[in-house]
């Protein structure tokens, strides 16, 4: 049986405000009072997991024992597959110090080139922890296609260049509500709430 987080404050152990907006959305129903680890001044930890699960694990036992506080982790990345699921745990790293990820964007079209397969999808695992230790983990995934050049301006990350399957816009053209209904992170929220949380109707 997991573990019900009750309402209160919730720490999103990510420092990346694209990501923290959209946990943000998602979590609004729950009566969760979310805050960042940015605005609490935590520093990112180090990230050596060789998983997406084990980064979010990471992160957020990081965020709970420094809070004092329950966090949430998300660790997600983008998995081409003629790239051998690169970028993935490092998706971010692609982008570079200044997390510059139309730079990251470009890297993955160069290494595309000649390739006929551009499948690939997006995978996330979130991390529910209490500052005790306990954990909950959950993963999803949306598959899709690689397109290029970039299109839209409504998400972050590599979102300007995948398309879902059965979509012909890009993650970024689409209205966030039609994204978070079917996001690699909605699919592992799903999960999460479905196991850890209760909505105040």
């Not at 049986?1 to 420092?15: D, E, P, Y």
């Not at 680890?37 to 930890?45: D, F, I, K, V």
């Not at 290494?111 to 999803?140: I, Q, V, Y």
């Amino acid at each position: 049986m997991a573990r019900t987080f009750t309402g209160g404050k919730l720490v999103i152990a990510s420092h990346n405000p694209g990501k923290v907006r959209e946990i943000g959305e998602l979590l609004a129903p729950f009566g969760a009072e979310v805050i960042s680890a940015s605005e609490l001044g935590l520093p990112e930890p180090v990230e050596d997991g060789d998983t997406f699960v084990a980064n979010a694990e990471i992160k957020a036992i990081a965020a709970a024992k420094a809070a004092n506080l329950p966090a949430l982790a998300d660790d997600s990345g983008l998995a081409v597959h003629a790239l051998g699921g690169d970028p993935g745990i490092y998706s971010a790293r692609w982008a570079g110090p200044d997390k510059d990820f139309s730079l990251a964007m470009k890297k993955v079209e160069e290494a595309l080139e000649n390739k006929e397969d551009r499948s690939a999808h997006f995978a996330c695992a979130l991390t529910l922890c209490w500052p005790d230790g306990h954990m909950e983990s959950f993963e999803g995934q949306v598959h899709g296609t690689m397109t290029w050049p970039p299109r839209g301006d409504k998400g972050f990350g590599y979102d300007p260049t995948f398309s879902a399957d059965g979509m012909d816009i890009t993650f970024a053209e689409m209205d966030p509500a039609a994204k978070h209904a079917i996001s690699h992170r909605a699919s592992a929220f799903k999960k999460l709430v479905a196991a850890c949380f209760k909505s105040d109707d």
